[in-house]
Antibody, heavy 116, light 108 residues
Framework: EVQLLESGGGSIQPGGSLRLSCGAS????????MAWVRQAPGKGLEWVSA???????SYADSVRGRFTVSRDNSKNSLSLQMNSLRADDTAVYYC??????????WGQGTLVTVSS | EIVLTQSPGTLSLSPGERATLSCRAS???????FAWYQQKPGQAPRLVIY???SRATGIPDRFSGSGSGADFTLTISRLEPEDFAVYYCQVYGNSRVTFGQGTRVEIK
């Protein structure tokens, strides 16, 4: 059974930094594209970033230059370094396993609140 | 950038009724990379349909997906109480992912 467990969320002031982590189990982590998807309170889903098995990365325009996705295949772990945080980055951040364009498995999410 | 527009915004139906949800893309997309998700309050999204018409693991056969080009449909043949939720469409292309704004299926 695929399991994804996010951690690292919390409250942070605008301009601050936060690092999210996602631990994966139940599948061969190094073979899969992994992604971050967020959901602002009461809003819809927004794709944030992805990292392929070859470590190539992609980002939504809203976070490019501020967020960095990385993976550690030896630890079955995905990370999202978030810098220069803004109020509109406030959201639940989900880690997800992407298979051929769709997100087959999701974590339970971790809440990031950016507020002064 | 692909934009996905879902309609209607809210669908008010009774258990046992048929639900038809629409998702229209701003340009033609690959059906291979088109999906639908279900999300209930306080829960993570759950994959329902991938490849436009393939049911994900554990999804009952009352759920079906269809469509091609720029128009896609999710049909729930007979609504069960557990089907009332928000549904999102999603497409992948050019290393980017886009979600629709969601359709809420509520109990009438």
């Amino acid at each position: 059974e695929v399991q994804l467990l996010e951690s690292g969320g919390g409250s942070i002031q605008p301009g601050g930094s936060l690092r999210l982590s996602c631990g994966a189990s139940g599948f061969t982590f190094r073979l899969y594209t992994m992604a971050w998807v967020r959901q602002a309170p009461g809003k819809g889903l927004e794709w944030v970033s992805a990292i392929l098995s070859d470590d190539s990365t992609s980002y939504a325009d809203s976070v490019r230059g501020r967020f960095t996705v990385s993976r550690d295949n030896s630890k079955n772990s995905l990370s999202l370094q978030m810098n220069s945080l803004r109020a509109d980055d406030t959201a639940v951040y989900y880690c997800a396993q992407r298979v051929e364009g769709s997100f087959r498995s999701w974590g339970q999410g971790t809440l990031v609140t950016v507020s002064s | 950038e692909i934009v996905l527009t879902q309609s209607p915004g809210t669908l008010s139906l009774s258990p046992g009724e048929r639900a038809t949800l629409s998702c229209r893309a701003s340009q033609s997309v690959s059906a291979n990379y088109f999906a639908w998700y279900q999300q209930k309050p306080g829960q993570a999204p759950r994959l329902v349909i991938y490849g436009a018409s393939s049911r994900a693991t554990g999804i009952p056969d009352r759920f079906s997906g269809s469509g091609s080009g720029a128009d896609f449909t999710l049909t729930i043949s007979r609504l069960e109480p557990e089907d009332f939720a928000v549904y999102y469409c999603q497409v992948y292309g050019n290393s980017r992912v886009t979600f629709g704004q969601g359709t809420r299926v509520e109990i009438k």
